[in-house]
């Protein structure tokens, strides 16, 4: 079994930066990539981005050139830096795991506020 715990959200103004943490607990050879999806009041999860083992990254086209998603595998952890936040990054960010049976597990969320 894999168990993510996210942290790192709050309140932030415009145009500031923020980190959040995604730690891994468990079985982590079954992981086969990394990421993270913003969910946000009445919408539907959405992905921002993802690392697979060998570090290749996507995002999404709104976060591009803003956010980094990267890991440190020494520590069975995975980050997203962002900066420039914009009141519309404003979500519950979570942290997910696919795992190479193709199952996907989350994380409890983090709120992440951005006042205008």
């Known amino acids: 079994q894999v168990q993510l715990v996210e942290s790192g959200g709050g309140l932030v103004q415009a145009g500031g930066s923020l980190r959040l943490s995604c730690a891994v607990f468990?079985?982590?050879?079954?992981?086969?990539?990394m990421g993270w999806h913003c969910q946000a009041p009445g919408k539907q999860r959405e992905l921002v981005a993802t690392?697979?083992?060998?570090?290749?990254?996507n995002y999404a086209d709104s976060v591009k050139g803003r956010f980094t998603i990267f890991r440190d595998n020494s520590k069975n952890m995975v980050f997203l830096q962002m900066h420039s936040l914009k009141p519309e990054d404003t979500c519950v960010y979570y942290c997910?795991?696919?795992?190479?049976?193709?199952?996907?597990?989350w994380g409890q969320g983090t709120q992440v506020t951005v006042s205008s």
């Open positions: 997910n795991a696919q795992t190479y049976s193709h199952t996907s597990i």
């Open positions: 690392i697979t083992g060998g570090g290749i990254t």
């Open positions: 468990g079985r982590d050879f079954m992981i086969s990539a």
